[in-house]
C-alpha cells in the first residue's frame, strides 16, 4: 500500500508535466541529410534554457555513442556543488536515418524528443530542441564558439520564438 501512496503522486506529476502548454517546435523542421556516425562523439553545451535536471550545473558535456543494436548511447556529465555528476540513456531514431530527430530515455521506458534544428556542416556547432519550445540548447565540439558566431544564433532562436532572455550560458 505504502508503494501505491508514494506511485500515485509521481504519475500525476508526470501526467500533468505531459501537460504543459510550450510552444510547439512544429514549425521548426528537423536538419535532413543528419549522419549519426558524424555526430557521435563529445559535445559541449555552450548555453540552455533552465531545467530543473540542470540545475546548479557547470561545465556539462555529452558523449554520444553508436551502440551495436543500432542506437545510441547518451552519457551527459557535468558539475554540480564540486561533484561531478553523470547519467547515461539511450537514443534512437523518431523516423527517418537521415533526419536529425531522436528519442532519447534516460528512465526507460519513457522518451523525450531530441530535434537537432540547426547543423554546420562540419559538425561542430548544432542547436538541439524538443517538441516543446521551453527547452534548447547550443552544443559545440569545443567548450567555447566564437562570440559572434553564437549571438548570430541566438538571434535566429529568438526569431523562431525561444526565449532567449532565460537563456544559461556555460563559463
Excluded at 78 to 86: Q, Y
Excluded at 97 to 105: A, C, I, P
Aim: proline share 5%; glycine share 8%; net charge positive.
Amino acid at each position: 500500500m505504502k508503494h501505491i501512496r508514494l506511485a500515485v503522486p509521481f504519475f500525476a506529476l508526470v501526467f500533468l508535466a505531459g501537460c504543459h502548454s510550450a510552444p510547439s517546435t512544429a514549425d521548426l523542421p528537423p536538419v535532413r541529410n543528419f549522419d549519426l556516425h558524424r555526430y557521435c562523439g563529445v559535445w559541449y553545451e555552450i548555453a540552455r534554457l533552465p531545467h530543473s535536471f540542470e540545475d546548479g550545473m557547470t561545465a556539462v558535456k555529452t558523449t554520444y555513442t553508436l551502440r551495436d543494436d543500432g542506437k545510441l548511447s547518451v552519457l551527459n556529465e557535468g558539475i554540480r556543488g564540486g561533484k561531478k555528476k553523470e547519467i547515461t540513456g539511450v537514443g534512437r531514431f523518431k523516423n527517418a536515418e537521415n533526419v536529425g530527430e531522436l528519442e532519447v530515455s534516460f528512465f526507460r521506458p519513457f522518451y523525450g524528443d531530441y530535434k537537432i534544428i540547426e547543423l554546420d556542416d562540419a559538425y561542430t556547432v548544432a542547436v538541439v530542441t524538443s517538441a516543446a519550445k521551453d527547452y534548447f540548447w547550443i552544443l559545440a565540439r569545443t567548450p567555447e564558439i566564437p562570440e559572434a558566431q553564437r549571438a548570430a544564433i541566438v538571434r535566429r532562436a529568438a526569431g523562431n520564438g525561444f526565449e532567449t532572455g532565460k537563456l544559461i550560458f556555460a563559463q
